[in-house]
Structures are given as structure tokens and as C-alpha cells.
């Protein structure tokens, strides 16, 4: 569990901070129920990556890749942002800004109030058709009318989400890797830190001059040279960070809504 006196830290260098960083992976849902890729009982310990996240998955077997993300679509549809999510709201209200660079494709952090979000993997409510690979839409529809769905066109639709092997779109990681420079603080919260380039932002912010606060019950690559390491759950020592950081700032949280 994270010790007193690394919140204490951690809330020091969140003092200073204008614009602030929230880096997040699927740690980050883990505390709503939605799996993580790796570590105990992670998905790819169960699913081979290239079968079900890479283009040439998708080609030899659509069927299957849609059937996994339907079954997560229609699981992230029941579950609600834990308090972490809301922490990470909160806390705009004691800095100028905060913008969530998130790896994860569930939508949780703009569901759970966010106003500044970068989808570095995409969104697993939108779609776009994989023959015409033009500008993706959301499809909010569970179920499927059809596995795998079908584009007006004849062609397959398949999930905007980036797979392994393909490039991010150019826009977002340039967005990405201007906020992670330019940060005073970022909090680099549920990952495993091992699939670029996104991994590789949290140095981009360390070496932008940016205070690194690591929440994760593990120790990660990112823990050689974070400022503090909190080693807990972000649904439990979230909330308690920014209440502690609004607190120390003289702002309630109601009136950080
Ligand atoms: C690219 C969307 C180049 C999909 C994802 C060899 C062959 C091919 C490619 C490569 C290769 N070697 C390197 C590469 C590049 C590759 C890569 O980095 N591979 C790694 C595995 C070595 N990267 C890519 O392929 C990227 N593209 O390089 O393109 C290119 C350039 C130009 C032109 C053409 C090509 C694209 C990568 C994106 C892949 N898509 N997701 C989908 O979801 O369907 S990746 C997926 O895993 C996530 O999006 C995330 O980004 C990534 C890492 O996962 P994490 O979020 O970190 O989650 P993880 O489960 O790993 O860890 C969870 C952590 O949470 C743990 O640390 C755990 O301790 C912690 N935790 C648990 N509980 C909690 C908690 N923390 C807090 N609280 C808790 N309660």
C-alpha cells in the first residue's frame, strides 16, 4: 500500500503544477471490472494478441475479433467509473488544466466527466469501415445487428481502435507527446509501460522537466525514475490524493465540481 508520506510527497509536487498530465492504461478500469492485457488473469495471458489486435487477426477471422469486442462493449456499457475517475475530474478544479492521455479504448474517463481527453488507442464505440478506411462514427449499437458488422459499401466495419503493427494516428500522438513536454506534473496511472510509442511519453514529460507520479500496485519501468511510486490501486489512492491536494489548495471538493 502507498505510505503516508508518499501521498504527502506526491501532493508537494502537485502543488506547483498548472497543467497536469493523467497517463492512463487499463489499470486504470481495473477497479470497474474490465481486465487488464497483462499481469494475473490479463487477457493476453488467455488470447493471443496477434489473433484478436492486429489487422492480420482481423483479416483471417472477423468474426472473432468482433465477438471479443462486443463482449467488451457490451460489459463496458454496464460498469460505472470507480472514484479514481472522479478524482481525476476533481482535480481541475486546483490546477489550470488537466489532460488525460489514456491508452485504454472504453470511453470511462469522458463518461466520468473529463474535459480534455487524447484516445491514443482509439475508442471501441467507433467504428469505420475497414474496406474505404475512411473517417471513423460512433456505433453505440449492443448487439451488433450482425457479427461481423457491415458497412453500406458491402465491406466489414471494424473497430477504430489502433492494433499492433499499425501507426497512430499522427494528430493524436503529436497532441500527445506537446501536452506530455510541456506538463508540470504528469500522474502515470495503470500501466505496464511496455507498447509503444505510447510507453514512452511518460520520459517525454520527465524530460520536459515534469514532476512523474506513478500509481500502480506493481513496480513498473516507468518506478526507475518517477518521483514517487504509489504502489496502490488508483481506485483507492486517487481520491485520496486530490482530496488531500484540494485541500492543501484551499478548495473544497464540492466546490471543485
Ligand atoms: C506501432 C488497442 C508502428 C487495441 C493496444 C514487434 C512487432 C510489431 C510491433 C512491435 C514490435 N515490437 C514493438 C512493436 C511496437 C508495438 C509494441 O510496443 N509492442 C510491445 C508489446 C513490445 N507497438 C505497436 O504496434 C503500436 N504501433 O508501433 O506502429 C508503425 C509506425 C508507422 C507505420 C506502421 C507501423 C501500436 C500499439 C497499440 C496496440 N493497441 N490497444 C485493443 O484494445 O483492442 S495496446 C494495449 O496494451 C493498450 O491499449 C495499452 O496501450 C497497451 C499496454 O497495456 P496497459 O494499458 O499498460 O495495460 P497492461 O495490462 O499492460 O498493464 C496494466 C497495468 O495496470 C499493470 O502494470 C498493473 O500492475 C496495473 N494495475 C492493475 N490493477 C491496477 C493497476 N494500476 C492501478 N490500479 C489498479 N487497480
Redesign the pocket.
Known amino acids: 500500500m502507498a505510505m503516508e508520506g508518499d501521498i504527502e510527497r506526491a501532493v508537494e509536487l502537485l502543488m506547483p503544477a498548472r497543467q497536469v498530465v493523467a497517463f492512463t492504461?487499463?489499470?486504470?478500469s481495473?477497479?470497474c471490472g474490465v481486465e487488464?492485457?497483462?499481469?494475473k488473469g490479463?487477457i493476453w495471458e488467455r488470447f493471443n494478441a496477434e489473433d484478436?489486435?492486429t489487422m492480420e487477426g482481423f483479416l483471417r477471422d472477423p468474426e472473432l475479433v468482433w465477438r471479443w469486442n462486443e463482449k467488451r462493449r457490451s460489459h463496458i456499457q454496464t460498469i460505472e467509473p470507480h472514484p479514481g475517475y472522479k478524482a481525476i475530474v476533481d482535480l481541475e478544479g486546483g490546477v489550470d488544466e488537466v489532460v488525460v492521455v489514456t491508452?485504454?479504448?472504453d470511453g470511462l474517463h469522458e463518461r466520468s466527466g473529463s474535459h480534455r481527453v487524447i484516445e491514443l488507442?482509439?475508442n471501441v464505440w467507433k467504428v469505420r469501415c475497414a474496406a474505404e478506411e475512411n473517417e471513423p462514427w460512433v456505433d453505440l449499437r449492443v448487439p451488433l445487428p450482425e457479427i461481423p458488422p457491415r458497412c453500406e459499401c458491402g465491406g466489414f466495419l471494424r473497430?477504430h481502435?489502433?492494433?499492433?503493427?499499425?501507426?497512430?494516428e499522427r494528430r493524436v500522438i503529436l497532441e500527445a507527446t506537446a501536452v506530455s513536454d510541456s506538463c508540470n506534473a504528469m500522474l502515470v496511472?495503470?500501466?505496464?509501460?511496455?507498447?509503444?510509442?505510447?510507453?514512452g511519453l511518460p520520459l517525454v514529460a520527465k524530460q520536459g522537466g515534469a514532476a512523474i507520479i506513478e500509481?500502480?500496485?506493481?513496480v513498473?519501468p516507468v518506478s526507475e525514475y518517477a518521483d514517487v511510486s504509489l504502489y496502490a490501486?488508483?481506485?483507492e489512492v486517487l481520491p485520496e490524493l486530490v482530496d488531500l491536494f484540494l485541500e492543501r489548495k484551499g478548495i473544497g471538493a464540492e466546490s471543485a465540481e
Open positions: 492504461g487499463a489499470g486504470m481495473k477497479g487488464t492485457f497483462r499481469g490479463g484478436l489486435a491508452q485504454n479504448i488507442h482509439g473497430p481502435v489502433v492494433w499492433f503493427g499499425e501507426p497512430l496511472i495503470g500501466t505496464s509501460a511496455v507498447v509503444y510509442p505510447a510507453a500509481v500502480n500496485p506493481e513498473t490501486p488508483a481506485e
